[in-house]
């Protein structure tokens, strides 16, 4: 075979991938039809395609490039680090110093007594890791009947079958089975569900039912309740202000760990470090990936409070992965965190550009076909709708209207995603005044084509 490189045309690149690579959350029809957009290189905001052009990326890749693509300190750390140590485990009794100052880096940055970090390569992993951290931790304190872990319907957690079930995701459910002692309660989606309620009732009603789920199951059998602070894949769904100060609340008073998986919220992307600070809430372990390392490295974790690590402590933890801890993801994952602070890349999101941002991207719900513009931090989402006092969803069939604009994007260069009817953002947090410019600017376009193929 000869060479395959960044020098062949895209067409042979585009049939070799649909030949031999099996892509996630991909049909292979569309594969076979338009050939995956081959990505060739990146910087800053910015990707560059095979055909040359320069695509705005306003999803971050998957939600976790937060300094943004091309920072070559990472890639010298990395180089660095393999020359040292390329690899060791910290299985049975042996450690290593990037894990060490990575964790104790974690424990200084993350809220409250939150101290102890679980090395993963993944957020599916560091969620699988939590199901076996909460069991553990039930059975170490007597009480193995508490087992069950509630979630909410169209939560995402991961891919693995494990964090499948946890996640709320119906269609991966159905195609992959799902574990036992997983439970879920409805969304706060006020857009969608809320009906005639205001956004601050249904906020508590929504809440509530995460203790009418825990009297009905039986407080002596729940383990947890996990949930993002902000959804993200479930299309960016931010929940009314009355929402997390009830979670906080009932899971106080039945003594359920609450855990906030940060995979997307982490390492600022709500304007805090942590969602969880923006929620105001106090998990007792967080799920973090994603924005750790910025996505040049594979590497996730949960980490737990001081409470929760002295109990799991006190046995010894039949769980972890080859590559938990691995020395090069924690070397980049450091360098990516003094970056982030060095470069006071969170501040400036809070206070300068996000508000910016904001602003900008609110003003998208002047278009006929966006009924509401949700934004915090830098995820945000477009709730595109045909009649706007009602909320209406488009008809089923006129197809996924969200799905037609998001391929408007795609061809006008931006990358958004789309959720059913919603369109959601995530840049880089280094995205600049004059890229979110350009960022509004594609997306209105893009709405007006898409609107114009709606029937
Ligand atoms: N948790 C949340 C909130 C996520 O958004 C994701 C991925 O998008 C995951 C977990 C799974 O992370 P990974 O894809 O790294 O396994």
């Excluded at 910015?46 to 920072?71: F, H, Q, T």
């Excluded at 079958?161 to 159905?174: D, F, W, Y």
């Excluded at 280094?430 to 979110?436: G, L, N, R, S, Y």
Aim: glycine content about 10%.
């Amino acid at each position: 075979m000869s060479t395959i490189s960044n020098h062949m045309p895209t067409a042979e690149l585009q049939a070799l991938d649909v030949a031999h690579h099996i892509h996630p959350f991909s049909t292979q029809e569309d594969l076979q039809k338009k050939g995956a957009r081959v990505i060739t290189s990146a910087k800053g905001v910015w990707l560059k395609d095979s055909e040359g052009e320069d695509v705005l990326d306003a999803m971050a890749g998957l939600w976790c490039v937060n300094i943004g693509y091309g920072r070559e300190e990472l890639a010298e750390a990395a180089f660095r680090q393999m020359k040292e140590l390329p690899y060791y485990n910290t299985f049975f009794m042996t450690t290593h110093v990037p894990v060490i100052a990575l964790a104790a880096k974690l424990a200084e940055m993350a809220p409250g007594d939150l101290n102890h970090v679980f090395f993963a390569s993944s957020g599916s992993e560091a969620n699988d890791t939590n199901i076996r951290l909460v069991r553990t931790y039930w059975q170490e304190k007597g009480k193995p009947e508490k087992k069950v872990i509630i979630s909410r319907w169209n939560a995402y957690h991961g891919s693995s079958v494990a964090s499948s079930s946890l996640g709320g995701m119906k269609g991966m459910h159905a195609q992959s089975g799902y574990i036992p002692d997983m439970h879920h309660i409805d969304q706060p989606n006020w857009w969608s569900e809320g009906g005639e309620s205001t956004p601050e009732d249904f906020g508590l009603e929504r809440a509530q039912q995460l203790e009418q789920a825990i009297l009905e199951i039986g407080e002596d059998k729940v383990a947890a309740f996990i949930a993002e602070p902000v959804q993200g894949a479930g299309g960016v769904i931010i929940p009314p202000s009355t929402y997390w100060p009830e979670i906080q609340r009932i899971c106080d008073k039945y003594e359920i760990l609450l855990i906030a998986d940060e995979v997307i919220c982490g390492f600022g992307r709500t304007g805090n470090w942590f969602g969880s600070q923006t929620m105001g809430i106090k998990p007792d372990i967080m799920t973090i990936a994603k924005g750790l390392s910025s996505g040049y490295q594979p590497i996730g974790g949960s980490i737990v409070s001081d409470e929760v690590a002295a109990v799991i402590g006190a046995t010894e933890f039949n769980h972890g992965y080859t590559y938990s801890g691995h020395p090069v993801a924690c070397a980049v994952a450091l360098e990516n965190l003094r970056i982030l602070e060095e470069e006071k890349i969170v501040d400036t999101l809070r206070d300068d550009t996000g508000p910016y941002l904001q602003e900008k991207f609110r003003s998208l719900a002047e278009h006929p076909m966006v009924g509401e513009a949700q934004i915090i931090g830098a995820m945000g989402s477009l709730a595109l709708t045909p009649n706007k006092a009602t909320r209406a969803p488009f008809k089923a069939e006129t197809g996924t209207v969200g799905y037609m604009v998001r391929e408007r994007c795609f061809a006008n260069n931006l990358v958004m995603r789309h959720v059913g009817d919603r369109m959601i953002i995530s840049p880089p947090l280094v995205i600049t005044k004059a890229e979110i410019d350009i960022l509004i600017e594609r997306a209105w376009k893009s709405l007006d084509e898409g609107m114009a193929n709606v029937k």
